[in-house]
T-cell receptor
């Protein structure tokens, strides 16, 4: 079974520039999450999708961050404009409630995109 | 905020058992205990989870106290590849409730 795919793997941009990250979840997983992980900290949830609808975006800085999952499959997270404090690893994860065994295993994470803002 | 407390770091000798503690004194009756680990430059990886009974799989064992206020993850024969940050998380098990909320975890260093 293919895992959660993310791209790019690394990105370096200057502050005030824009950047976008892409995630393709495991096939059939209805729920998709974006997490931000700052160096030395645990991942922090930014947004959760159920199919193409937003379930929780309470931690998403909506003045600069946006995310979409138009067809309920892959997803894009955008930052515009970027700030120095946005330097972090952005992790995508997916899960499925239809297969209880898989759901109880929690989420499957991708390897993340490491963003450096200079 | 994370509902668990873990020591920031631990060392373990290669080949010995690694016992990682976690306190979750405010856990609710319908919340599961999950353990994930994150090896450098990778996303978190599921290890094991449990509700109230002890659990064992090919990776680890999970021991949950009778009052469910704490648990211990046991790696029976630690190898160098088990060096990682280990996260203990409590989460409601069903539906779209209870997202995974990570704390800072325990950085386990397995030494030769």
């Amino acid at each position: 079974e293919a895992g959660v795919a993310q791209s790019p793997r690394y990105k370096i941009i200057e502050k005030r520039q824009s950047v976008a990250f892409w995630c393709n979840p495991i096939s059939g997983h209805a729920t998709l999450y974006w997490y931000q992980q700052i160096l030395g900290q645990g991942p922090k949830l930014l947004i959760q999708f159920q199919n193409n609808g937003v379930v929780d975006d309470s931690q998403l800085p909506k003045d600069r961050f946006s995310a979409e999952r138009l067809k309920g499959v892959d997803s894009t997270l955008k930052i515009q404009p970027a700030k120095l404090e946005d330097s972090a690893v952005y992790l995508c994860a997916s899960s499925s409630a239809r297969d209880r065994r898989i759901f109880n295993y929690g989420y499957t994470f991708g390897s993340g995109t490491r963003l450096t803002v200079v | 905020d994370a509902k668990t407390t873990q020591p920031p770091s631990m060392d373990c000798a290669e080949g010995r058992a690694a016992n990682l503690p976690c306190n979750h004194s405010t856990i609710s009756g319908n919340e599961y205990v999950y353990w994930y680990r994150q090896i450098h430059s990778q996303g978190p990886q599921y290890i094991i989870h449990g509700l109230k009974n002890n659990e064992t799989n090919e990776m680890a064992s999970l021991i949950i106290t009778e009052d469910r206020k704490s648990s211990t993850l046991i790696l029976p024969h630690a190898t160098l590849r088990d060096t990682a940050v280990y996260y203990c998380i409590v989460r409601v098990g069903g539906g779209s409730q209870g997202n995974l909320i990570f704390g800072k975890g325990t950085k386990l260093s397995v030494k030769p």
